[in-house]
């Protein structure tokens, strides 16, 4: 069975979705579109812009989106998913490409994500950092430990990889914690601490935006970030969309239900190859590749 998974913040590079807007009229066609909803030309900042400029939470996160989906859409009768799933972002991304909604209001909540979560980091300085060689009971413990400051689990990636968010005080104790623990801590370059309760004023914002929103059965299982179970009701994938910016990226237990459910080759739609390393560390002898144009 053939599961489609689509990537999230920081997998964009300058130049992504380039050769889509070069190579077919209907891209170009969804890019210009893009740019219209937008309110400025995002094309400009992916194709020739600064790696500062992507980096951008209100850029890059259309960007993403906007290479993933349209890629997915250039594929025609080759997107042939039996499920789909996709990391925080991306899974805006696999609900827009299995159908659920449309482009252009896909696109519309995706911007209005971006923007709330923008606020945020600039309402209150935060931070992340991924944790290597830990099990994840372990970085589990080590942020219920630390008082006085918001820490948490964030992202499950795969074995051996959690990431963590919080306020910078908080992350950085963490941090301590898990050299003492005999792990690794990289403090990550982004703007603030995503699939936290830092993210509360955001997820409020977005939660009208949802609700506005119009969403059909898709034409597979979506798994979702939330709960990392397949969703094909359309009340219960807004419910989950409503609490993915708070909640934790349950991707490693996302990768072995699918596996559970009969996935024996995964597609990954959109910039980077990031998906691919996670799923190998999860089942090295599973296939794993580049739905490239």
């Known amino acids: ?6 990537p999230g913040q920081g997998a964009q590079f300058v130049g992504m979705g380039k050769n889509l807007y070069d190579g077919s009229e209907e891209c170009r066609a969804m890019f210009e579109k893009a740019n219209e909803i937008i309110g400025f030309r995002i094309t400009d900042l992916m194709f020739g812009g600064t790696p500062e400029d992507l980096k951008q939470t209100r850029v890059t996160q259309p960007a993403i989106f906007l290479h993933s989906v349209i890629l997915a859409r250039y594929m025609g009768a080759e997107f042939k ?3 789909v799933g996709g990391h925080s972002l991306g899974e805006f991304s696999a609900l827009v490409a299995a159908g659920a909604m449309s482009f252009e209001d896909g696109l519309r909540l995706v911007v209005a994500r971006a923007n709330a979560m923008q606020k945020c980091c600039e309402k209150t300085p935060s931070t992340m950092a991924a944790v290597l060689k830990l099990d994840d009971k372990t970085v589990e413990d080590i942020c219920a430990s630390i008082e006085g400051e918001i820490v948490v689990p964030a992202n499950y990636n795969c074995p051996g990889q959690l990431v963590i968010s919080g306020t910078i005080e908080g992350v950085a104790k963490a941090c301590e914690k898990v050299k003492e ?3 690794k801590a990289l403090p990550l370059a982004v703007g603030g601490a995503f699939h936290s309760p830092l993210m509360e004023p955001a997820r409020l914002e977005l939660a009208e935006a949802i609700e ?10 979506c798994y979702q970030n939330v709960n990392a179970l397949p ?3 359309p009340a219960q994938i807004k419910q989950n969309l409503l609490m993915q910016l708070t909640s934790p990226v349950r991707w490693t237990a996302t990768v072995k239900n699918m596996l559970a459910d009969g996935a024996d080759t995964f ?6 190859t990031a998906l691919q390393g996670m799923i190998k560390r999860v089942n090295p002898d599973i296939t794993a590749v580049s739905a490239e144009a």
Request: charge should be neutral; charged fraction near 20%.
């Open 267 to 272: 597609y990954e739609v959109g910039p980077g």
């Open 1 to 6: 069975m053939k599961a489609y998974v689509f």
């Open 81 to 83: 998913p039996d499920m």
């Open 231 to 233: 969703v094909s009701d």
């Open 181 to 183: 623990a005999k792990g």
């Open 212 to 221: 506005n929103t119009s969403f059909a059965k898709p034409i597979c299982p």
